[in-house]
């Protein structure tokens, strides 16, 4: 069975650095697609970022430059660096698996909140 | 990107009855549009993709249909447990995108 556990949200200031982790059981990290997707509280779904099987990572405009995504494939777990952090960062952020056929989402988290306030 | 519009915000339907939701997107997006249900203090689960395949374990009367930029999720009898918020995201431009969602509520 799939399962994907992040833990890691918290309390941030603004400016501050935080890094989710997201630790995988059922399948394999890295033969697999895998990406973050964040929710604002009571808003819709936004897709941050992308690592794909072969290493390469995608960013949304909103965090490039400021996010990082990576994985352990020691320890089948995906990671989100995330630095200089903003206040419209606060969000539900979700480890998702992205589907063989086509880029879309077929295994979820239950997510992890992250607070960016003074 | 593309712009995912779903339609309506709000859908009030009872017990029972069928419910239609809209997504529509600002070009084509062929068949390559999933959807999602979220209920409170829930991840999002998929239910369909490619516009009418539905996922592992969905029931039956969930259906998708349509293709390029009028897509459509109908719940045919709805169950106490399908009143939740209803997602649509499109794949076939990069970068997904997904609609703000319509929320099934008890009428």
């Known amino acids: 069975e799939v399962q994907l556990v992040e833990t890691g949200g918290g309390l941030i200031q603004p400016g501050g650095s935080l890094r989710l982790s997201c630790a995988a059981s059922?399948?394999?990290?890295?033969?697999?697609?895998m990406s973050w997707v964040r929710q604002a509280p009571g808003k819709g779904l936004e897709w941050v970022s992308f690592?794909?099987?072969?290493?390469?990572?995608y960013y949304a405009d909103s965090v490039k430059g400021r996010f990082t995504i990576s994985r352990d494939n020691s320890k089948n777990t995906l990671y989100l660096q995330m630095n200089s952090l903003r206040a419209d960062d606060t969000a539900f952020y979700y480890c998702a698996c992205i589907a063989v056929a086509g880029l879309y989402f077929d295994y979820w988290g239950q997510g992890t909140l992250v607070t960016v306030s003074s | 990107e593309i712009v995912m519009t779903q339609s309506p915000a709000t859908l009030s339907v009872s017990p029972g009855e069928r419910a239609t939701l809209s997504c529509r997107a600002s070009q084509s997006v062929s068949s390559n549009l999933a959807w999602y249900q979220q209920k409170p203090g829930q991840a999002p689960r998929l239910l369909i993709y490619?516009?009418?395949t539905r996922a592992t374990g969905i029931p039956a009367r969930f259906s998708g249909s349509g293709s390029g930029t009028e897509l459509t999720l109908t719940i045919s009898s709805l169950q106490s447990e399908d009143f939740a918020v209803y997602y649509c995201q499109q794949y076939n431009i990069w970068p997904p995108t997904f609609g703000q969602g319509t929320k099934v509520e008890i009428k």
């Open positions: 490619g516009a009418s």
């Open positions: 059922g399948f394999i990290v890295s033969s697999n697609y």
């Open positions: 690592i794909y099987s072969g290493g390469s990572t």
